[in-house]
């Protein structure tokens, strides 16, 4: 079974920044679509940013220019590099590892932006 693991949620103030990492277990990790995805409370869960082993990575509207996604597959670990972070940031952080059809989720990391 693929394991995926995210970390580095906090409590942070605007302005400020944080990283979130991702651990995944699976044996071919280079294979795998990595992204982020948020939920706040009574929200739906929204898209954040993906990336591949190769090419661009891709983000939401509203994180564009202050997030960041990045992997090591070496390390079969996926980042979230937030900049700037506003109180909407606020929200349950979500790893996802994909390779059609499946699709692996974490359990989450609570981030919260407050002063």
């Known amino acids: 079974q693929v394991q995926v693991v995210e970390s580095g949620g906090g409590l942070v103030q605007p302005g400020g920044s944080l990283t979130l990492s991702c651990g995944v277990t699976?044996?071919?990790?280079?294979?795998?679509?990595m992204s982020w995805y948020r939920q706040a409370p009574v929200n739906p869960r929204e898209f954040v940013a993906a990336i591949t082993t190769g090419g661009p990575a891709t983000y939401a509207e509203s994180v564009k220019g202050r997030f960041t996604i990045s992997r090591d597959n070496a390390k079969k670990t996926v980042y979230l590099q937030m900049n700037n972070l506003k109180s909407d940031d606020t929200a349950v952080y979500y790893c996802?590892?994909?390779?059609?059809?499946?699709?692996?989720w974490g359990q989450g990391t609570q981030v919260t932006v407050s002063s």
């Open positions: 699976a044996s071919f990790f280079s294979v795998y679509v």
């Open positions: 996802n590892a994909a390779w059609s059809p499946r699709a692996y």
